[in-house]
């Protein structure tokens, strides 16, 4: 049962700390994406790869965000300085062709 | 630009059928997406429409009208799981084919 996996499931830091999120994609799939959720603004989307090239990032505070996919199997979420406005859960998602979105667990971030 | 609009909340009875709209206005669309998620958990997909018409999978069915900027999920044999938040997401081909999602709408069922 193949499912996108995402580390760590919960985060707790200061402010001023540098977070990173990790998510494994589905083996074969070749976009992936990453999401914000909070009860504010719901689901936003941050950023987004194709065949581990972003193709955008428009959703994202360029100033302390920023996304990588190092290789197809890990793309990471980084945030430096981390803000108490960062707290929210960070869901990652894959795809292929076919459209559809698998979503990750998330995980849950709070920055005091 | 776009706008999805879906109602807030909604409560409907155990064993009913409750219909869940969606409107959407974008410049660009391929298609509609329909997820379910629980409080505390990631969405999940329920179903996909890219032509006109019916959709039915099991006790969920959804429809599009893209004329109309128009979709509905419909749930039959409400079950007390079917409790979750329910987006509409629209497929944007122009941005590679991102997702746009609604802010879901919360359904309670009640016993």
């Known amino acids: 049962d193949a499912r996108v996996t995402q580390t760590p499931r919960h985060k707790v830091t200061e402010m001023g700390q540098e977070v990173t999120m990790r998510c494994q994609p589905i083996?074969?799939?070749?976009?992936v994406f990453w999401y914000r959720q909070t009860m504010m603004q719901g689901l936003e989307l941050l950023a987004y790869?194709?065949?581990?090239?972003?193709?955008?990032d428009s959703g994202m505070p360029k100033d302390r965000f920023s996304a990588e996919m190092p290789d197809a199997t890990l793309a990471t979420l980084k945030i430096q300085p981390s803000e108490p406005r960062d707290s929210a859960v960070y869901f990652c998602?894959?795809?292929?062709?076919?459209?559809?979105?698998?979503f990750g667990p998330g995980t849950r971030l709070t920055v005091t | 630009g776009q706008n999805i609009d879906q109602p807030t909340e909604m409560t409907a009875t155990e064993g009913a059928i409750v219909q869940i709209n969606c409107t959407y206005q974008?410049?660009?669309?391929?298609?509609l997406f329909w997820y379910q998620q629980h409080a505390g958990e990631a969405p999940t997909f329920l179903s996909y429409?890219?032509?006109?018409g019916l959709e039915e999978k099991g006790r969920f069915s959804s429809f599009l009208s893209r004329s109309k900027g128009y979709s509905y999920l419909l749930l039959k044999e409400l079950q007390m799981k079917d409790s979750a938040s329910y987006l509409c997401?629209?497929?944007?081909?122009?941005?590679?084919?991102?997702?746009?999602f609604g802010a879901g709408t919360i359904l309670r069922v009640k016993s």
């Open positions: 998602a894959s795809g292929s062709e076919s459209y559809e979105q698998y």
């Open positions: 083996l074969g799939h070749n976009t």
């Open positions: 790869f194709r065949n581990r090239a972003p193709l955008d």
């Open positions: 974008t410049s660009g669309f391929n298609g």
């Open positions: 429409n890219v032509l006109d």
């Open positions: 997401a629209v497929n944007r081909p122009e941005y590679g084919n991102k997702l746009v």
